[in-house]
């Protein structure tokens, strides 16, 4: 059989909503929100910053021109590599439509994995949660899945992150509440990359923040994305708006919204120093209007992020995307609807950090037993987008003409069938294995204990927890983290 030649066709599933003309229109729009209504900046240094290199400043209200924004959207890194902590190898490749998956953070609930019971958030679930991130084979990058809240609250971040950089090896988005907490932050991640040129090649970090919708930007807000810049660690600043209150009513005025805000970050990203890394994010949602919350189940969210994702993709910017969560207080059949839904949507559409995953009660509650469910989906959702290798071997022209009538075929994938110079990472195309998922007959499901999905993500959660050990880091690098962490009060100006 030929190579075909000169032919280009989609080798696996995916969804696109926006076409580029209409890509073209949000980002015009969203460029006419900068310059005629402009952002606030409530900080000295960035405003600074960003008068100096052209935008026009009254106050705190800073309007940019549209030549900056161009000029930002040239300059920033597009390929943005997140590492291994232990190793420095690359591990996630942020571009194109590579889609990889982690937790959320700064829940300040957690559901207890052997009572049940609803808790605050403390240095022990953080840990825990951790641990299961880790073991999933699923699962790519950590966020804290917790607010500790058992520990001087000043601090507390700096808690999360040690529990973070103890219990896995893989890439960690880092959340923070000020400048002091990102700079010991920062320090312990240095700790463990062997330096700060060390982290800056290789990175296992990304700086995390949001606007305040719609237009402010606080002066912490500012500081990280300096920071960012400064260190060279990619940043992700994520718009979190809700159709009809922070933003307009309609998905279009919700992209213009977002997308603008957005871009006052690239701008002041780029301005603060040039190439430096910059991932778009957001979570767009809806209000539920019976409720009021912030809804991380609703399909309108999981639409408004598929189009998030058509405007990186359009201006090429790596894209930090929503999914794995759920409305649902418990982990149940609503859970297992929206946390599905939401993750072949986002797998379909390419965004490349997906984070949430373990979110119940609309972004309140750590539940682990989401976290393993939705390992499960994750790995499912890419085996429907691994596409189909379609060539001579996987044919089977052989096997078939070797196999009579009334005959068995062979039970085995071989490894040359998919070999393909364009492997997306991540992908699996063959067939989809799991021991949580049951296709027992009934009797067997009946010797087994009669437990649903739930229960049995739920022994995992606790297997893991009791006998799981992670990759430790070395001793008198441990020294170094815990040494940052208790003297972190005594650097915070205004508290001696």
């Known amino acids: 059989m030929k190579n075909r030649v000169n032919y280009r066709a989609n080798k696996t599933p995916s969804m696109k909503v926006l076409t580029d003309s209409?890509?073209?229109?949000?980002?015009?729009?969203?460029?006419?929100?900068?310059?005629?209504?402009?952002?606030?900046?409530?900080?000295?240094?960035?405003?600074?910053?960003?008068?100096?290199?052209?935008?026009?400043?009254?106050?705190i209200r800073v309007r940019i021109p549209p030549f900056l924004v161009e000029r930002a959207l040239r300059s920033c890194q597009k390929h943005v590599v997140l590492c291994n902590s232990r190793t420095g190898k690359p591990e996630m490749f942020l571009e194109g439509n590579n889609a990889y998956f982690g937790s959320g953070s700064g829940t300040p609930f957690f559901r207890d994995p052997y009572t049940g019971e609803r808790k605050r958030s403390t240095n022990q679930s953080i840990g825990w949660a951790t641990k299961v991130l880790d073991a999933m084979p699923n699962i790519d990058f950590c966020m804290s899945l917790g607010l500790v809240q058992?520990?001087?609250?000043?601090?507390?971040?700096?808690?999360?992150?040690?529990?973070?950089?103890?219990?896995?090896?893989?890439?960690?988005?880092?959340?923070?509440?000020?400048?002091?907490?990102?700079?010991?932050?920062?320090?312990?991640?240095?700790?463990?990359?062997?330096?700060?040129?060390?982290?800056?090649?290789?990175?296992?970090?990304?700086?995390?923040?949001?606007?305040i919708s719609p237009g402010i930007i606080a002066a912490e807000s500012c500081q990280k994305v300096?920071?960012?810049?400064?260190k060279g660690i990619p940043t992700i600043f994520t718009p979190c708006i809700m159709a009809g209150t922070t933003a307009p009513?309609?998905?279009?005025?919700?992209?213009?919204?977002?997308?603008?805000?957005?871009?006052?970050?690239?701008?002041?990203?780029?301005?603060?120093?040039?190439?430096?890394?910059?991932?778009?994010?957001?979570?767009?949602?809806?209000?539920?209007?019976?409720?009021?919350?912030?809804?991380?189940?609703?399909?309108?969210?999981?639409?408004?992020?598929?189009?998030?994702?058509?405007?990186?993709h359009y201006l090429n910017l790596p894209v930090f995307g929503t999914n794995g969560c759920t409305d649902s207080i418990i982990v149940d059949e609503q859970a297992g609807i929206e946390?599905?839904?939401?993750?072949?949507?986002?797998?379909?559409?390419?965004?490349?950090?997906?984070?949430?995953?373990?979110?119940?009660?609309y972004g309140t509650t750590a539940n682990l037993d989401l976290v393993v469910m939705d390992n499960e989906i994750v790995g499912m959702a890419r085996r429907l987008t691994a596409g189909i290798p379609v060539n001579e071997n996987t044919l089977s022209l052989d096997e078939i003409e070797s196999v009579p009538p009334k005959g068995r075929f062979r039970n085995i994938w071989d490894t040359d069938w998919d070999d393909d110079e364009d492997f997306i990472p991540k992908t699996n195309n063959r067939n989809f294995e799991s021991d949580l998922i049951s296709r027992a007959a009934h009797d067997m499901w009946k010797s087994n204990g009669r437990k649903s999905l739930t229960e049995r993500c739920n022994e995992t959660v606790r297997d893991i927890i009791e006998n799981y050990e992670p990759e430790q880091l070395p001793k008198d690098v441990k020294a170094k983290i815990r040494d940052i962490v208790e003297h972190a009060v005594a650097k915070i100006p205004g508290v001696n």
Not at 150 to 171: G, H, I
Not at 226 to 230: D, F, V
Not at 271 to 296: K, L, P
């Open 150 to 211: 058992d520990v001087p609250l000043l601090v507390a971040d700096r808690w999360e992150f040690e529990q973070q950089l103890l219990n896995t090896s893989k890439p960690i988005v880092n959340v923070v509440t000020d400048q002091w907490a990102q700079a010991d932050c920062i320090a312990m991640a240095e700790a463990v990359a062997g330096g700060a040129e060390e982290l800056r090649r290789h990175p296992f970090i990304t700086l995390y923040l949001e606007p």
């Open 226 to 230: 300096i920071t960012g810049a400064e």
């Open 339 to 361: 946390a599905a839904l939401s993750i072949t949507m986002t797998n379909l559409s390419g965004p490349n950090l997906n984070h949430d995953i373990g979110y119940c009660e």
């Open 22 to 59: 209409q890509c073209q229109e949000i980002l015009l729009a969203a460029e006419e929100v900068l310059f005629r209504t402009g952002m606030e900046y409530h900080d000295p240094q960035a405003l600074e910053i960003l008068k100096k290199h052209g935008c026009f400043v009254d106050g």
């Open 249 to 312: 009513a309609t998905i279009a005025g919700v992209l213009v919204q977002g997308i603008a805000e957005s871009l006052s970050g690239l701008v002041l990203s780029q301005c603060a120093g040039e190439g430096a890394a910059y991932i778009m994010g957001g979570v767009y949602t809806i209000m539920d209007m019976s409720s009021t919350i912030f809804s991380y189940g609703a399909p309108e969210m999981d639409l408004m992020l598929a189009c998030l994702t058509d405007m990186g």
